[in-house]
């Protein structure tokens, strides 16, 4: 089992449709990450949370320590938000463990 | 602009070849890690370092070395290219402010090893 498991692989919405995406772990952690990698390749930090919840416009990361899971939302989705999002944990900050991502497509 | 740069974006080389990877931080972050990303797979730690002159294995070091002689600069060598090290590299740089930290990373490099 990894340590650290995301839901759907896979996720197809249309355009302003709200998504949730998963992230489940099993190893004790001091911050959970969520990144966005465009198909271009590139991997952009979106969020660092250790507790509690974040808002950065349409996108709301959520995280519950107790249960060691956290959800990554979109609301009013929007086909430039196209992409593979990733969940990653760790201890200290030059080594995370990273989920195996969920490849989002919204259609117009 | 600041950021993380690494260089080259693609390369192909022979089995047996050795390269160098290049990635460069101008944001003064005492934290540098390579990952690579393979198919099916999450990022996997290959090496990182936590400052100038300190360097340490990840989870799948075999095969490549690290160094790390300033600050902004930390190349990943592979010594003897294999076709499993066929992947996308990355190379991330990070900081630490009372437990917050935060995280850049570089474009990627696309290796293929025929």
């Known amino acids: 089992k990894n340590e650290v498991e995301q839901s759907p692989q896979n996720l197809t919405a249309q355009e302003g449709e709200f998504i949730t995406i998963n992230c489940s772990y099993s190893?004790?952690?001091?911050?959970l990450h969520w990144l966005q990698q465009h198909p271009g390749g590139g991997i952009v930090s979106l969020f660092m949370?250790?507790?509690g919840k974040k808002k950065h416009g349409r996108l709301i990361a959520t995280i519950n320590i107790q249960e060691k899971h956290s959800s990554l939302h979109i609301t009013a989705s929007h086909p430039r938000d196209s992409a593979v999002y990733i969940c990653?944990?760790?201890?200290?900050?030059?080594?995370?463990?990273f989920g195996e991502g969920t490849q989002l497509t919204v259609n117009p | 602009n600041a950021g993380v740069t690494q260089t080259p974006k693609f390369q192909v080389l022979k089995t047996g070849q050795s390269m160098t990877l290049q990635c460069a931080q101008d944001?003064?972050?005492?934290?540098m890690s390579w990952y690579r990303q393979d198919p099916g797979m999450g990022l996997r730690l290959i090496h990182y370092?936590?400052?100038?002159?300190?360097?340490d294995q990840g989870e799948v070091p075999n095969g490549y070395n690290v160094s790390r002689s300033t600050t902004e600069d930390f190349p990943l060598r592979l010594l003897s290219a294999a076709p499993s090290q066929t992947s996308v590299y990355f190379c991330?740089?990070?900081?630490?402010?009372?437990?917050?930290?935060?995280?850049?990373f570089g474009s990627g490099t696309r290796l293929t090893v025929v």
């Open positions: 991330a740089s990070s900081y630490s402010v009372l437990q917050n930290y935060g995280y850049t």
């Open positions: 190893v004790g952690i001091s911050a």
């Open positions: 949370l250790s507790s």
């Open positions: 990653a944990v760790g201890l200290l900050p030059e080594r995370l463990t």
């Open positions: 944001m003064n972050h005492e934290y």
């Open positions: 370092s936590v400052g100038a002159g300190i360097t």
